[in-house]
């Protein structure tokens, strides 16, 4: 591995590609400490501190790297971007004409893109209003919030919002196109280790949690990482026969493929669904000032009772099956096989080949939405038990995790991709496998 990473520097074009990807992510990083014009952003991220933890607030500025409680240029982060991709994504099997463009090849898939675009500044429009109405209304003891015209800030803080996130829409293309690793998912992996420095400064300024709990913390780490690898990685292969042919006077030969169906084809999205159902409760008892219905929601749906991760767990598991139908469809793969003369040994093609399909299908989502739900779940019980700080916690599991495992690995086989090109040795002797196969 140490020989693979001083070839890195053999290569002038990667090294090119690394330095562009650093300097644009440091970028980033500045944007995050530019204030919103006409804000007291102080007062409002101790209020925030303070009163939004454990809600979808907190899950957002996650994502953000804390430019959202902040109230900075990037306070939407790349979320609403990440938003548009999904609508789309999902609609695409919804929608024909979606469909058609993408079965076109690169041209529809560039079509497809310029939508998201466009529906990314809708929804930075919309949740930057909605933002800046929240902030004017906020009523915090010790200091005025806005300290320019309320129509004045509303506008400004429209512009703001959506176009820091377009910066960074261009932030992440740019990277990906002349940088190395896909710049959108690095941009949320800097957001994520950027919020777990702070948490571990926190937790040494405080005594730490001694030496036996650490031993067992980075066991758990140790333990949770390799299960998110390999639910990363994994995959049931398939086999598919293709028989011989015969074009004019020359006989084909027949071959053989696979056709991969991963143990998590859904990603972290079942975990982002089930978070955002399960915290919109807490998040609402910010606009409710009922102290009833706040200790209700307390009580019965908060974070760390065992109803919440009950409930929770079954989302996971529910959410991963309807998206891992949404973007698979077994129907249309049997049909794909049947018309390119591909077929599996012992299924007739058509209905047979789909129901196979549909079984395996069913068998190897279920295995990854447990462990998806287990490695989301493990964080909650590590904060619970030992006493950390939740921003820390999230790095033992859940989103955070699953993102940070699943970026790096992208990000490794690209570059062990560009050592290979070049005929120098990789990271390991046994090449790294995409997530996409």
């Known amino acids: 591995m140490l020989k693979g990473f001083q070839n890195i520097f053999k290569i002038k074009e ?82 024909p004409e979606l469909k058609k463009l993408q079965e076109e090849g690169e041209r529809g898939q560039k079509v497809i893109t310029q939508y998201t675009r466009y529906l990314t500044v809708v929804i930075c429009i919309l949740q930057g209003f909605a933002y800046a109405l929240w902030i004017k209304n906020l009523n915090i003891a010790g200091g005025g919030v806005i300290t320019i015209n309320p129509a ?7 512009i703001t919002f959506t176009t820091g996130t377009i910066f960074l ?3 992440g293309e740019t990277i990906t196109e002349s940088g190395i690793g896909n710049g959108i998912s690095l941009i ?50 398939i086999p598919i026969m293709y028989p011989k042919k015969v074009q004019g006077r020359k006989i084909v030969q027949g071959g053989r493929n696979y056709l991969p169906l991963r143990v998590n084809a859904a990603n972290v999205i079942p975990i982002i669904f089930a978070q955002s159902l399960m915290m919109f409760p807490s998040s609402f008892t910010l606009i409710v000032q009922n102290e009833g219905f706040k ?64 079984d395996v299908l069913n068998r190897v989502t279920f295995i990854g939405a447990f462990m998806l739900a287990i490695i989301a779940i493990t964080p909650k019980i590590i904060i619970t038990v030992f006493k950390i700080p939740p921003s820390l916690g999230f790095l033992f599991g859940g989103t955070s ?37």
């Open 14 to 95: 990667l090294t090119g590609k690394l330095w562009i990807t650093f300097l644009l992510l440091i970028v980033f990083r500045f944007g995050r400490h530019i204030p919103l014009p006409g804000v007291n952003a102080s007062v409002i991220f101790n209020f925030m501190s303070a009163q939004t933890q454990n809600t979808l607030l907190a899950l957002y500025d996650m994502f953000t790297g804390g430019a959202f409680f902040r109230v900075t240029l990037f306070s939407l982060g790349i979320m609403p971007y990440i938003t548009a991709s999904i609508i789309l994504q999902m609609l695409v099997y919804v929608i």
């Open 152 to 158: 004045l800030f509303t506008f400004l803080a429209v």
């Open 169 to 171: 829409m261009w932030l």
């Open 188 to 237: 949320i992996l800097v957001g994520i280790i950027a919020r777990l420095i702070p948490a571990l400064v926190q937790m040494i300024a405080t005594g730490g949690v001694g030496v036996w709990k650490s031993v067992i913390l980075i066991g758990i780490l140790f333990l949770v990482t390799v299960g998110s690898v390999l639910l990363t990685l994994g995959a049931r292969r």
């Open 295 to 358: 200790n209700f929601i307390n009580n019965y749906l908060g974070w760390n009772t065992w109803l919440y991760n009950i409930l929770y767990f079954v989302l996971i598991i529910l959410f991963t099956f309807f998206y891992t139908s949404i973007i698979f469809n077994p129907e249309e793969v049997a049909t794909n096989l049947k018309k390119y003369g591909g077929f599996i040994q012992g299924k007739r093609p058509g209905k047979k080949t789909a129901n196979y399909l549909q």
């Open 401 to 437: 995790l699953l993102i940070v495992v699943g970026v790096v690995l992208d990000t490794i086989q690209q570059i062990e991709g560009h050592l290979l090109m070049r005929h120098y040795e990789g990271f390991s002797k046994r090449r790294i496998r995409s997530r996409h196969m």
